[in-house]
């Protein structure tokens, strides 16, 4: 037999009061409501719980027996309740963070000292992957946030935007002292490339923006890569040309002083506009997770700097 909750309260509730009125101011109702739920549980029970004497209400031997039953009961339930909505409310516990790739990294790593120093009591779980590991882990509800690239879904997804990842063109002034710096389609066509993943995206986008057609498809290539860091060092000894993005180019090259040069393609005139290569990185979460006070935190001490890189 399935009794409605919320009966089951408010009759506890009743058995400690003489009146139904009483028991209304306790129960944010009105006295017809309280009567009338108890008239409905007396019904589903089958037995009556209350009798009327004078203008008060006192339990009847079945209504004691029930009311002695089941009130431990309810105040584990009740404890349990609280339990649970303190949890909830908690800046305590763990929040799982995750993303993939160099910008992902100096991203998050950024923020996590101060997100942990403000919340001490949190433990702040990080996870670096492959994209494609970092979209199954968010999607099963494995991390709680992760920095995401490019296209997602949004029908799983909340997204806010926090970088646009822009790329250009380097390579090392010994390979240019040898080959040539390149300024024409045709003469990046005749260049070697380190490329950064099977079906090089960053140089078709790089290749669009300044050319606007696709790159050629005996594209030459001198070797190709997962990490930008190694292709950032293959690119330093000489290997060819490399596509990367525009803060890690300005870090590598400030860092490497005149071993290593942005070799973009000039503008040519005016009126044409050169449209700068860009993916959008955003901070994802699923919009079917539960809005804990931990998770919360995290995720609005992330977004406060989204500016800052």
């Known amino acids: ?13 009743a058995a400690e009061q003489p009146t139904f009125a009483q028991t209304a101011k306790r129960c944010g109702l009105t006295a017809s409501a309280v009567s009338q739920q108890i008239r409905t549980l007396e019904a589903r029970l089958g037995v009556p719980l209350f009798e009327r004497v004078r ?30 909505r303190e949890d909830h409310r908690a800046l305590s516990g763990r929040v799982h963070v995750g993303g993939s790739g160099p910008f992902a990294r100096r991203w998050v790593q950024a923020r996590i000292a101060p997100v942990a120093q403000r919340h001490p009591d949190l433990e702040i779980v990080v996870t670096f992957d ?47 002292n040898e080959h040539g710096t390149p300024k024409t389609p045709s003469e990046f066509a005749a260049h070697r490339f380190v490329l950064h993943d099977v079906g090089h995206p960053y140089v078709t986008m ?23 860091d190694v292709l950032i060092e293959l ?18 090259i400030a860092s490497a002083g005149d071993s290593l040069k942005r070799i973009d393609p000039p503008r040519r005139g005016k009126k044409i506009r050169v449209l700068f290569p860009k993916k959008p990185a955003y ?17 609005d001490a992330l977004l406060a700097e989204r500016g800052s890189s």
Not at 1 to 13: E, G, K
Not at 211 to 216: E, V
Not at 235 to 252: F, M, S, T
Not at 292 to 299: E, I
């Open 1 to 13: 037999m399935s009794v409605d909750y919320h009966l089951l309260q408010t009759f506890i509730i």
């Open 55 to 84: 203008r008060q209400v006192r339990l009847t031997p079945q209504g004691k027996a029930l009311s002695h039953a089941i009130r431990s009961n309810f105040q584990q339930i009740d404890r349990a309740l609280e339990v649970l």
């Open 130 to 176: 492959t994209a494609e590991v970092i979209d199954r882990k968010l999607e099963d509800g494995r991390l709680d946030l992760a920095v995401v690239f490019g296209e997602q879904n949004t029908s799983l997804l909340n997204l806010e935007l926090i970088h646009y990842d822009r790329f250009t063109a380097i390579a090392s002034t010994t390979y240019l």
């Open 206 to 228: 790089w290749w669009k923006a300044h050319f606007r057609r696709s790159p050629p498809k005996t594209l030459r290539a001198a070797c190709c890569v997962d990490h930008f």
């Open 235 to 252: 690119v330093r000894q000489g290997l060819g040309v490399g596509i990367v993005p525009l803060w890690l180019a300005d870090e590598v």
């Open 283 to 299: 901070l994802a979460w699923r919009k079917q997770a539960v809005e804990t006070g931990r998770f919360a935190a995290v995720r």
